[in-house]
């Protein structure tokens, strides 16, 4: 396993496909998350599951839209498991006024200039991300983790199967315990609606996906834990494990994705969702 400790800067010219498989720390979330041709993470593995041509658009540089929940995630992730990085990184945006008003635009001027290289965040997700990192700091099964583990802890491996590199990276760590704690924010935590957001954003892949990299990189994981957080108040907080059953079918899930990567690769072919005439039928509750 290697191991490496190290700043940001050193990473300058970092190559997951040339790299060691190992536990890398201090890594640059724009250095995990560039774009490289056949380097796998959980991002790529749904879609992937969409299509060949998708991966392919998404390789060649096309944008996915960022999403006001996506936001949102980031910034409550920043304020629970990186807070020094939170309070450098964001400031809460005040409402300049109408800026049809001169004193008002110069409010607004003076105010960007105090916070140059900070990312403004709405009142509305300041509030909610405060509540939400508030809810989950108080969990009694949490809080215990939280004073122990460290954050963004990239794992680097190579499938050996397919041959292709693959990477996760734990929100939170916990490496002499093997806990990966990851923070899902959702409308609604509870049971049954955290199941269905499971099957529905393939949380088990992640799982899954995860389990067995970590694992090809030298930390075992006993326990991959989905911290979910309601996005409203109270800011409701629930914690969860999936079953055996549950991280079986996202490993069935992950080699299906990545044999199919495998093979678009060694034909330089880039489907879609086929070139014939297929016969539908209705869902059934139509």
Same mark, same amino acid.
């Given at each position: 396993?290697?191991? &490496? &400790?190290?700043?940001?800067?050193?990473?300058?010219?970092?190559?997951?496909?040339?790299?060691? #498989?190992?536990?890398?720390?201090?890594?640059? /979330?724009?250095?995990?998350?560039?774009?490289?041709?056949?380097? %796998?993470?959980?991002? %790529?593995?749904?879609?992937?599951?969409?299509?060949?041509?998708?991966?392919?658009?998404?390789?060649?540089?096309?944008?996915?839209?960022?999403?006001?929940?996506?936001?949102?995630?980031?910034? #409550?992730?920043?304020?629970?498991?990186?807070?020094?990085?939170? /309070?450098?990184?964001?400031?809460?945006?005040?409402?300049?006024?109408?800026?049809?008003?001169?004193?008002?635009?110069?409010?607004?001027?003076?105010?960007?200039?105090?916070?140059?290289g900070k990312k403004p965040v709405s009142e509305e997700?300041? @509030?909610?991300?405060?509540?939400?990192?508030?809810?989950?700091?108080?969990?009694?099964?949490?809080?215990?983790?939280?004073?122990?583990?460290?954050?963004?802890? #990239?794992?680097?491996?190579?499938?050996?199967?397919?041959?292709?590199?693959?990477?996760?990276?734990?929100?939170?760590?916990?490496?002499?315990?093997?806990?990966?704690?990851?923070?899902?924010?959702?409308?609604?935590?509870?049971?049954?609606?955290?199941?269905?957001?499971?099957?529905?954003?393939?949380?088990? &892949?992640?799982?899954?996906?995860?389990?067995?990299?970590?694992?090809?990189?030298?930390?075992? @994981?006993?326990?991959? &834990?989905?911290?979910?957080?309601?996005?409203?108040?109270p800011y409701a907080c629930a914690v969860y494990t999936?079953?055996?059953?549950?991280?079986?079918?996202?490993?069935?899930?992950?080699?299906?994705?990545?044999?199919?990567?495998?093979?678009? @690769?060694?034909?330089?072919?880039?489907?879609?969702?086929?070139?014939? @005439?297929?016969?539908?039928?209705?869902?059934?509750?139509?």
């Amino acid at each position: 396993m290697t191991s &490496v &400790v190290t700043s940001g800067a050193a990473y300058a010219d970092f190559d997951f496909a040339h790299a060691a #498989t190992g536990i890398y720390r201090g890594m640059p /979330a724009d250095i995990y998350h560039a774009r490289a041709p056949g380097v %796998v993470s959980k991002t %790529v593995l749904d879609i992937l599951e969409r299509s060949a041509a998708h991966y392919k658009a998404w390789l060649d540089g096309h944008e996915r839209p960022a999403t006001d929940a996506l936001e949102l995630g980031v910034i #409550t992730h920043a304020r629970v498991f990186e807070p020094d990085l939170f /309070a450098s990184t964001y400031v809460q945006a005040p409402d300049h006024g109408d800026q049809r008003f001169k004193e008002n635009k110069q409010k607004k001027a003076e105010w960007k200039a105090a916070n140059e290289g900070k990312k403004p965040v709405s009142e509305e997700h300041w @509030i909610a991300s405060e509540g939400m990192a508030r809810s989950i700091r108080r969990h009694p099964k949490v809080a215990p983790l939280l004073s122990r583990g460290e954050a963004e802890v #990239t794992a680097r491996w190579e499938d050996l199967d397919t041959g292709i590199i693959c990477k996760a990276r734990a929100d939170w760590l916990v490496p002499n315990l093997g806990i990966i704690l990851d923070l899902k924010t959702t409308e609604d935590a509870r049971e049954d609606a955290f199941a269905r957001s499971c099957a529905k954003y393939r949380y088990h &892949v992640q799982n899954a996906h995860y389990d067995h990299g970590f694992s090809m990189a030298g930390i075992e @994981i006993e326990d991959f &834990v989905f911290v979910a957080v309601e996005k409203q108040p109270p800011y409701a907080c629930a914690v969860y494990t999936l079953d055996d059953e549950a991280v079986f079918k996202g490993r069935e899930a992950v080699d299906r994705n990545l044999r199919s990567l495998r093979d678009c @690769i060694e034909v330089d072919e880039w489907p879609a969702y086929g070139n014939g @005439i297929k016969k539908l039928s209705l869902p059934r509750w139509a």
